[in-house]
């Protein structure tokens, strides 16, 4: 298939998955059009079968705001045509199913292009809730000719908050195992001579907005270091790094954190850590937790939004409540403290995601979903 895909080039969970998703499809013989203001931050410049359109946004003094949405329009519907798009597939509903329902519109009768929106989190519980954004939220979901959704949790959230009465599809995000995986023999473990004289490592990789709490992080080391060593790196920026530097220096722990910034290759930093800390208020998949588990690094995280459906608290890493850092904290000295219990949680994070999110799983997913989607357009009459 030619397929088109649409989203947020930056450090985000639902960028990172468009990209990833683009990637395995491609390995698998699929034409892949990314079409965006940038450069996905995750796609090698190299790839076979993959290219990318760069949405130029003009700009006029007339403009207070420079209309990006009518921009990337125009840009689908001319990649459409000019590459034979079969469809588009765009991630985070505002504006880019806005966009794809314009191009769509743009080319009909002429030429068909169906697209499929996939919803990823906030564009649900938080973006498309403020008033100025829910109708066309509600409006661009409801018009896309194929809709899925990160979760179940997701699912459920949009029925409920938009009514919307499509069916929608949950498709899992997914990790690709091969390329996230834990450290190899002898240095596997907590204990393991990769591990000798260095202090027990916790990890946070978030986009740094207040939904993910990263203060929080902070808190439970001050509280995990008063019963174990360990040290605790940051990774990502955004608006709470500043916050969680001055918390560090408060508490007395800033010497045992070390702010990474924008880290390219996740997977090599992730077997370098023990545990994975993802305190956030809202988490509709929480994509950070399940690339850890790939990596055998059990994640503590908090009991929101669709993290259930991915680790089952007490097997393959552990569930507390959002702001509840005592119990966060307890739940990392319980497993720095016991060898043998880290190293069952570990090897179950592993093989959970191995056998319930790999990618080889969830992609052929996608490409079930696009052909029915294909099978059932019917153009729209472009009125
Ligand atoms: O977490 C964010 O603010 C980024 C956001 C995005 O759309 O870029 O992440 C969402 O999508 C990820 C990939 O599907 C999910 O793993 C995250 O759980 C979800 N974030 C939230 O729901 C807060």
């Known amino acids: 298939m030619k397929i088109g895909i649409t989203c947020y080039p930056t450090y985000g969970g639902s960028g990172i998955v468009a990209t990833e998703l683009g990637l395995e499809l491609a390995l698998r013989g699929h034409e892949i059009h990314f079409i965006s203001y940038a450069h996905p931050i995750r796609l090698p410049v190299e790839s076979e079968h993959i290219h990318f359109h760069e949405v130029e946004v003009a700009n006029y003094p007339l403009f207070a705001y420079p209309p990006y949405c009518l921009a990337l329009a125009g840009r689908m519907a001319e990649v459409a045509e000019r590459y034979g798009l079969d469809l588009l597939h765009v991630h985070y509903a505002l504006p880019h199913a806005v966009s794809a329902l314009l191009a769509r519109q743009m080319l009909a009768p002429r030429l068909r292009l169906p697209f499929v929106t996939t919803l990823h989190g906030t564009d649900i519980t938080l973006v498309g809730q403020e008033p100025s954004y829910y109708a066309i939220t509600k409006y661009s979901i409801e018009a896309s000719d194929g809709i899925t959704t990160v979760s179940q949790y997701l699912n459920d959230r949009t029925r409920e908050v938009f009514g919307v009465e499509k069916p929608m599809r949950t498709i899992h995000n997914f990790v690709n195992c091969e390329l996230y995986h834990p450290r190899r023999g002898a240095e596997a473990g907590l204990t393991g001579p990769g591990n000798a004289g260095r202090r027990p490592r ?90 850890a588990m790939a990596c055998g690094v059990p994640p503590v995280a908090t009991r929101v939004g669709g993290v259930a459906e991915l680790m089952e608290h007490g097997v393959d890493g552990y569930l507390e409540a959002v702001g509840d850092t005592e119990a966060q904290a307890g739940r990392v000295v319980e497993l720095l403290s016991d060898p043998a219990l880290y190293g069952r949680v570990s090897k179950a994070a592993r093989l959970a995601a191995e056998t319930r999110f790999d990618s080889r799983r969830i992609i052929p997913q996608y490409e079930q979903y696009y052909r029915e989607v294909l099978g059932n357009f019917s153009a729209p009459d472009g009125v």
């Open 202 to 291: 916790l990890l946070h990789i978030s986009n740094f907005r207040p939904v993910k709490r990263p203060t929080d992080c902070i808190r439970v080391l001050k509280s995990v270091v008063e019963r174990v060593d360990a040290e605790l790196w940051m990774v990502g920026d955004g608006p709470e790094r500043g916050p969680c530097e001055r918390l560090a220096r408060e508490l007395g722990v800033s010497g045992r954190v070390e702010f990474c910034g924008k880290q390219d290759h996740i997977e090599r930093l992730l077997p370098r850590a023990d545990v994975l800390l993802l305190p956030s208020e809202h988490e509709a998949f929480g994509l950070a937790a399940l690339e």
